[in-house]
């Protein structure tokens, strides 16, 4: 009797959480489509300057017409392999260099300040810097990307580190393990689920870095066609560039969110 009760409170219990997610999923599509119909009425009736500001229809045949010409693929792929490129670069490079600054406290000590003072420089000014240091090419946009994001990155992995449970590493020592056995069984598996809280906010640095890059020094990319747009008054290319790169970031979170899901169903 028992069982059944447990088992039709469950049932309840899952039916109230798809009801909610079925709430939640429609409410976004409907405030997105009440969006769309808002700015596309509003450049009809000539409330907003439709030169200024494009509605839904100009940017969809924008969109369309650099589609059939087959640059907005060239454009979108070349943003996404810099951004794919600079994240995984920074999350690798973030994750070695805290464990070496975990493993030699001296080190860390004395790298603190240097990466915190690193961290606080706005990148905005470095870009240039690095253009004229290693050249227009899209290696130097990755970098650009890979700087935005990296320091703060070890940082906040760093803090993590340091924050595992004191009592497991005790009973690793206690049970004859060593500061390898402590990384490996305790700290990085402790710290899995904030790497992938890191990597979510990382997607967004990363990408917000090519961009940056791509407006200084690039002739493809979706922030050219930002800069080249506004440049030459053709709206309708920044506006489409700017939701292309909404999309992306959606999806590219959605994709880390996904993998994180699927880790944890593995856990459980």
């Not at 004395?110 to 690193?118: G, Q, W």
């Not at 290696?139 to 320091?151: L, N, R």
């Not at 690793?172 to 990597?199: A, Q, R």
């Not at 506006?239 to 699927?262: D, F, H, R, T």
Request: net charge positive.
């Amino acid at each position: 009797m028992k069982m059944s009760e447990i088992s039709l409170a469950q049932q309840n219990f899952l039916l109230t959480q798809k009801k909610h997610k079925r709430t939640v999923t429609v409410s976004r599509l409907c405030i997105f489509i009440l969006f769309l119909v808002i700015w596309e009425s509003a450049a009809q009736f000539g409330f907003i300057d439709s030169f200024i500001f494009s509605s839904p229809s100009k940017v969809f045949l924008c969109a369309y017409g650099m589609i059939q010409d087959h640059t907005l693929f060239i454009h979108i792929g070349i943003t996404l392999f810099e951004t794919i490129a600079s994240f995984l670069l920074v999350t690798f490079f973030a994750l070695i260099i805290t464990i070496l600054l975990w493993l030699n406290k001296r080190l860390s000590e004395t790298l603190e300040p240097y990466l915190v003072i690193l961290n606080s420089l706005p990148k905005s000014a470095l870009a240039p810097l690095l253009i004229v240091w290693l050249g227009a090419t899209y290696k130097t946009i990755i970098i650009t990307g890979i700087s935005v994001a990296i320091f703060g990155s070890i940082l906040s992995l760093y803090t993590s580190f340091q924050s595992v449970d004191p009592e497991k590493i005790k009973l690793i020592y206690t049970i004859g393990g060593k500061k390898y056995h402590v990384l490996t069984k305790v700290v990085l598996p402790s710290n899995i689920p904030s790497l992938f809280s890191l990597m979510k906010v990382n997607i967004g640095l990363c990408l917000v870095g090519v961009i940056i890059g791509e407006f200084i020094a690039s002739r493809q990319g979706l922030g050219y066609l930002i800069i080249y747009g506004s440049q030459v008054f053709k709206l309708d290319w920044v506006i489409m560039s700017i939701v292309i790169l909404c999309i992306l970031a959606w999806g590219l979170y959605s994709l880390i969110n996904g993998l994180e899901k699927c880790y944890l169903r593995r856990l459980s």
